[in-house]
């Protein structure tokens, strides 16, 4: 079997002045920074000379927003799947800090008694059920070349911790997935790697 090639871009930046835990709700559009760090992950697959041949994202206007950039410097169009969704949170809405100052909000305790579920959202097991079933859905069409998929932190995240080869439990303080962001993967049979990871969007001002 061919080993495919898979970039997990992370969405730009989004416009969010309320500081909303935004989740899946519909509604959250880039940035004008959002809207530039798209691009500049668009000029980098490009610059390192990509064979990109799958445009792929989660159906939520940031993604296919982000993912814009890329079909269009490869001459492509964007599908949409709903196993890049964003991970389901029960904090969706309200205008929590996810850090440790959200310790100091009451209501948002119960959410937090199971950091290994994680008890506040969809469980890391099942985000990662879905991304490697999206993944190998990807891998298997039967264009050649390379494939963009454009998702979110956490689902992006889960996926590289199983391409390393670590435990799904983190820190989520920690996580190497940032916005625009390009974590490369190689898919060979029903083996995962994470090969790389580039930054473009983090020199967006």
């Not at 206007?61 to 949409?80: C, G, K, M, N, Y």
């Not at 050649?144 to 911790?161: A, D, N, T």
Request: hydrophobic share 35%; aromatic share 6%; net charge neutral.
């Amino acid at each position: 079997m061919t080993v495919r090639r898979v970039h997990l871009v992370r969405h730009g930046e989004v416009e969010n002045p309320s500081g909303i835990v935004y989740g899946r709700t519909p509604g959250f559009h880039l940035s004008s920074r959002g809207q530039r760090q798209a691009a500049s992950a668009a000029a980098s697959l490009a610059e390192r000379g990509a064979d990109v041949r799958v445009v792929l994202s989660s159906p939520l206007e940031r993604t296919v927003e982000s993912a814009q950039p890329i079909a269009d410097a490869f001459a492509l169009r964007t599908e949409t799947d709903d196993d890049f969704l964003e991970a389901t949170n029960r904090l969706e809405g309200k205008d929590y800090d996810v850090s440790l100052s959200i310790l100091a909000r009451p209501a948002a305790w119960r959410y937090l008694v199971n950091p290994l579920r994680p008890s506040w959202g969809e469980a890391y097991t099942d985000v990662r059920e879905r991304m490697v079933r999206g993944v190998h859905r990807a891998a298997a069409r039967p264009e050649s070349g390379e494939i963009v998929i454009v998702s979110h932190q956490l689902p992006i995240w889960v996926l590289s911790r199983l391409g390393m080869g670590k435990p799904l439990y983190h820190d989520p303080r920690k996580r190497e997935c940032a916005h625009s962001s390009i974590t490369t993967f190689d898919v060979d049979g029903d083996r995962i790697a994470r090969v790389d990871y580039a930054d473009p969007g983090s020199e967006v001002t």
